[in-house]
């Protein structure tokens, strides 16, 4: 099965950015639906941004109205590894920042809103983003 490892934990101040990446090996090829989520102490699981890797004729991400703008999802086939660039950080973007993958699954339903941490089945260990004022 897929086995997801994040990468690029780091602390940072208000404004400033921080870069992560997943990556996944126990395939022969990358995850066709990965989300990125975080998760503060005392907070749920919630949804940063999704992508689609398989789908190349539309635009194939998603992200969170909390991160729009801001958080930036993008794919390295070749690498099988999905990263996260995170700008303009913010003391609520404090967080456990894990991967998560779902095979499977078309783009409607991977580039759907209603995504949820639920929804996937395999995640990595997490790396911690520490933001400060």
């Known amino acids: 099965q897929v086995q997801l490892k994040e990468s690029g934990a780091g602390s940072v101040q208000s404004g400033g950015s921080l870069s992560l990446s997943c990556a996944a090996s126990?395939?022969?090829?990358?995850?066709?639906?990965i989300g990125w989520f975080r998760q503060a102490p005392g907070n749920e699981r919630e949804g940063v941004a999704t992508?689609?890797?398989?789908?190349?004729?539309?635009?194939?991400?998603y992200y969170a109205d909390s991160v729009k703008g801001r958080f930036t999802i993008s794919q390295d086939t070749a690498k099988r590894t999905v990263y996260l660039q995170l700008d303009t950080l913010e003391p609520e973007d404090t967080a456990m920042y894990f991967c998560a993958a779902r095979l499977g699954r078309g783009p409607g339903w991977c580039l759907s809103p209603a995504r949820s941490k639920d929804d996937f089945d395999d995640w990595g260990q997490g790396t911690q983003v520490t933001v400060s004022s």
């Open positions: 126990g395939i022969s090829y990358i995850p066709n639906c």
């Open positions: 992508i689609y890797t398989d789908y190349t004729a539309y635009d194939n991400t």
